[in-house]
C-alpha cells in the first residue's frame, strides 16, 4: 500500500513491549532462558496485586523503546497465571504493547467495544503503568498495554 489513507491516525500500539511467559518454576526458567538464549535479567519483582512473581529479560532496545521477555510464576493457584497453568500447562500467557499514553490508548480501545479487564491503569513491571484487555475480544490473546516509565 502507498500513500496516507484518508483518516489515517498513530497507531495506539508502538512496540511489543514483551512477551509474558507462564511458568512453574521462575528460578529454573530463568536459567533456561540466561543459558539457551544468553538473555540478562534486568529486574525481579513479586506483584501482590497481579498474583504473580516475576523476571524481565532483556531482549532489545526498539526505536520506539525496550522490549524484554516477562517471565511470570503465580503466587498461588487462585491467581490469573495460577488458573492458567491449571488449564493450559506452560507457555505464552499474554502479550503487552507500548503505548505513549495509557489512559487516552484506554479510552479510544473501550470506545470500540472491546471490553477492559482494568478501566484505570495498574502498577506494572519497573514501574510502568499497565492495562489489560479481555483475550476474549481480542482473537483469543490476552493483551496488555504498558506505558514505560519515564523516557521510552
Ligand atoms: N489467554 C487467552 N485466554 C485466556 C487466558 C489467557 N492468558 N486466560 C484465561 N483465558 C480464557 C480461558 O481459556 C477461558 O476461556 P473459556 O471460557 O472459553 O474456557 C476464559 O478466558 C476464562 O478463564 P478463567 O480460567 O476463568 O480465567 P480467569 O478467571 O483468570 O479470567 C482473565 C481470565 C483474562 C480475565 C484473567 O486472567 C485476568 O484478569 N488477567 C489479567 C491480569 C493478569 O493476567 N495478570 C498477570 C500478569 C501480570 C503482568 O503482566 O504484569
Ligand atoms: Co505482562
Known amino acids: 500500500m502507498t500513500g496516507t489513507p484518508s483518516g489515517w491516525r498513530p497507531p495506539l500500539l508502538t512496540r511489543i513491549d514483551h512477551v ?3 511458568c512453574r518454576d521462575l528460578a529454573v526458567t530463568i536459567a533456561f532462558y540466561e543459558s539457551t538464549f544468553g ?3 534486568v529486574s525481579r ?3 501482590e496485586e497481579q498474583g504473580v512473581s516475576e523476571a524481565m529479560l532483556h531482549v532489545a532496545d526498539a526505536p520506539a523503546g525496550r522490549s524484554y521477555v516477562q517471565l ?3 503466587l498461588g493457584p487462585d491467581t490469573p497465571v495460577g488458573r492458567f497453568l491449571a488449564r493450559h500447562g506452560e507457555g505464552i500467557h499474554h502479550v503487552g504493547y507500548g503505548v505513549t499514553d495509557i489512559s487516552a490508548a484506554l479510552a479510544s480501545i ?3 467495544g472491546v471490553r477492559l479487564l482494568d478501566a484505570r491503569p495498574r502498577h506494572g513491571s519497573m514501574g510502568a503503568s499497565i492495562a489489560f484487555l479481555h483475550p476474549k475480544d481480542v482473537g483469543g490473546v490476552l493483551t496488555e498495554l504498558v506505558q514505560a516509565a519515564g523516557p521510552g
Request: proline share 7%.
Open 20 to 22: 509474558g511467559i507462564a
Open 110 to 112: 473501550g470506545a470500540t
Open 72 to 74: 511470570l510464576e503465580p
Open 45 to 47: 519483582e513479586v506483584n
Open 39 to 41: 538473555l540478562v535479567v
